[in-house]
């Protein structure tokens, strides 16, 4: 830190408020989280410096011993955690796993299915303004109006009408377990491959206390960010590698035998150039942090959290989606509350409680504007939050909302967060 505060104030300055910011708020946003100060020490150090374009062992650039022993780790750890046959720990993002995903599995063109962006599902799942949209087919699946569920009825019906090559299932504000197994029946009934995005619950997939995709579905897609506490990054996986069924070309090693193969050579050269080693040797030690036994309760204590807070949200008469969480997401419909998505993010980050307005299922408004806020317990479970601090963020956050106009109650809401934020500290040095 001495580098930066001599070597760049402006920067040194920022990132200090940046600290205090994350030390001193609630963060209820359910795809962030806090990595270990073990993480952020790989994240940080000099394995940003190496370029390492190819796989362990099959580099395109010299001195790579080391970087090659850091990805084996990550790979060898991820494979352990999920019981999965093949990983690549290279995508950048979670989009970019996404897009290397889609871009074996499907041609452009081909139709996809994969659940409503207002219903829960991810940009990357077909939205018009993302590449998803753009090469391809999508037709979106919904949730059921009565139980804020996937509604599977209709996702049969609209299998049988579009004949997809692929369905995507999992999302960004979708509160219950993926539903792995009634998907595989849909896919099978059409011949469609089956693809889970499992960039949220992930963390919860690892400790067995979420269901798991690996023997249902063809390809599995993450982040590494949100649920398993790792580095901000992708990864792809699958149960079981199978052979290829296209007869597709790779783009450098010509005939390929296997799915992995195709999987690997479209992550690079395919979308992406040198992986980034630093992040990748940071997501092992996240994996190897999350096959520690403490990571099981940090994960059971998520859902406990979420699920009191549900429950505490549910006796204020807040309207939740699917009337409850089976995960760490709650999905609350402000429609009865006579207040947007909007300004209930606006006035409970003035409280220094950070959530972020989304689109409820069947919502009659933008997504710039929306009826719902999405909130999630897994940064605050980090910091050692519990049931007693739940009682008391919901009881904010209620007060908040009924008080969006009346500043003085907002200040002291915010006074009171940054005090119980003071006792759950964070980075403490
Ligand atoms: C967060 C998320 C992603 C994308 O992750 P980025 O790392 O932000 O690109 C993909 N799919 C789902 C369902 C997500 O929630």
């Known amino acids: 830190m001495s580098y930066l505060s001599q070597g760049d ?38 394995m940003t410096n190496k370029y390492a ?24 750890r991820l494979k352990e955690l ?3 046959e093949y990983v ?3 995508p950048h993002s979670g989009s970019q796993a996404n897009m290397a995903a889609l871009m074996t599995f499907v041609n452009p063109g081909d139709t996809v299915m994969g659940l409503d962006l207002a219903h829960g599902g991810h940009l990357t799942h077909g939205s018009p303004v993302n590449f998803s949209g753009q090469l391809y087919n999508f037709v979106s699946y919904q949730v059921s109006q009565n139980t ?20 995507i299932c999992g999302g960004s504000a979708y509160p219950r377990f993926i539903e792995f197994e009634q998907f595989r029946e849909v896919a099978d ?14 963390g919860l997939v690892a400790t067995g206390l979420h269901p798991s995709p690996m023997k249902y579905c063809d390809v599995i897609t993450s982040t590494t960010h949100k649920t398993l506490r790792g580095p901000r990054g992708g ?20 005939r390929v035998k296997n799915v992995s193969e195709l999987l690997d050579s479209m992550v690079m050269p395919g979308i992406q150039g040198g992986p980034l080693m630093h992040i990748i040797a940071a997501k092992a030690v996240a994996f190897g942090e999350a096959l520690m036994p403490e990571f099981k309760s940090y994960t059971q204590e998520i859902i406990n959290n979420a699920q009191a807070m549900a429950d505490g949200f549910l006796k204020l008469d807040y309207k939740l989606v699917s009337g409850g969480t089976d995960t760490h997401v709650i999905l609350i419909d402000l429609s009865n509350k006579n207040i947007t998505g909007k300004l209930a993010e606006n006035t409970l980050g003035k409280a220094g409680i950070t959530v972020n307005k989304n689109m409820v299922p069947f919502d009659k408004r933008s997504p710039f504007v929306t009826s719902g806020i999405r909130v999630g317990t ?45 006792n759950f500290p964070i980075y403490s040095h």
């Open 378 to 422: 897994p940064a605050i479970t980090t910091r050692g939050m519990g049931h007693v601090e739940i009682q008391k963020i919901v009881h904010w956050i209620d007060e908040a909302i009924s008080n969006l106009n009346n500043e003085d109650v907002l200040k002291r809401i915010k006074s009171n967060v940054n005090n119980l934020c003071l």
């Open 82 to 84: 999920f019981g999965a």
């Open 9 to 46: 104030p402006d920067l040194y300055a920022i990132l200090g408020r940046e600290i205090h910011r994350e030390e001193s708020t609630l963060e209820l946003i359910a795809s962030e989280n806090f990595t270990s100060q073990a993480v952020m020490e790989m994240a940080g150090g000099v």
């Open 235 to 254: 990864i792809i996986m699958m149960g079981k590698d199978f052979e290829n069924p296209w007869g597709k070309i790779a783009p450098k090693s010509g």
């Open 53 to 76: 374009e190819g796989y362990p062992g099959k580099r395109y650039y010299g001195g790579c011993d080391f970087v090659d022993e850091a990805e084996d780790l990550a790979r060898d």
């Open 88 to 90: 690549n720990v290279q």
């Open 189 to 202: 009934s059409v011949g469609a491959f089956l693809m889970a995005d499992i960039a949220h619950p992930s």
């Open 148 to 167: 804020g569920r996937v509604d599977f009825d209709s996702v049969y019906k609209i299998a049988k009408e579009v004949k997809p090559k692929l369905i």
